[in-house]
């Protein structure tokens, strides 16, 4: 089975979103999906992998065109059914803490005290152990994962801890940051608002 979706022009996260629901369609064979900017082709081929789908991407006349490959067996990372008392204990197991930055500074007021007030939650959170499951940056928040930022080093450091940090390709794309992105991996709002909505803790920092 061969199926073709098409994204071009649309926003994220609709690409991921229609990427998700073909792929639900399907028994098996290859979907083929087409966008048109940089950040759908990073979104929809992460999504895909993460699926346990293999993925090809191409290049064609400025359009990205992605090969998804689903094996007639269905879902490659389907699990095996488990008691809800097992449930119920991975559920426990896996609860994270996650805190959501909105901003590169910390509270309204004063830019200079809310610089002053983002460098030192930074680094309190660095000490922190164990450190923060999750840290995710949206809107002007990304101007701390990339270049000039003030808690980089922090930031690297909980890292290499184990902290994932993700930051929105949207909001990269916006203030022309991508290029520029120092720690951490691009993101899209389908896995963003998976954390968020997922077990656990969210802290928003605004």
Known sequence: ???????????????????????????????????????????????????????????????????????????????????????????????????????????????????TLIKSLFNTLAETNPAPDNLIFLNSGVFLTCDSSPVLEQLKKMEAAGTRIISCGTCLEYYKLKEKLQVGRVSNMYEINQILSGPGKVITVP
Do not use: H
């Not at 399907?26 to 979104?43: C, F, I, K, S, Y």
């Not at 064609?60 to 204990?89: C, H, M, N, W, Y």
């Open 1 to 115: 089975m061969r199926k073709e979706v098409d994204c071009r022009g649309m926003a994220c996260p609709r690409p991921v979103l229609e990427t998700k629901k073909a792929l639900e369609q399907m028994t098996g064979g290859q979907l083929v999906v087409t966008v048109d900017n940089p950040v759908a082709r990073e979104n929809v081929t992460m999504f895909a992998r993460n699926a346990g789908f293999p993925v090809i991407a191409e290049e064609r006349d400025g359009l990205f065109v992605l090969t998804i490959t689903k094996s007639e067996t269905g879902d490659q990372t389907a699990a095996k059914p488990e008691s809800s008392k097992e449930a119920s204990a991975d559920r426990e197991q896996t609860r994270t803490l996650t805190y959501f930055f909105t901003s590169n500074i910390l509270g309204q007021g004063s830019p200079d005290l809310g610089l």
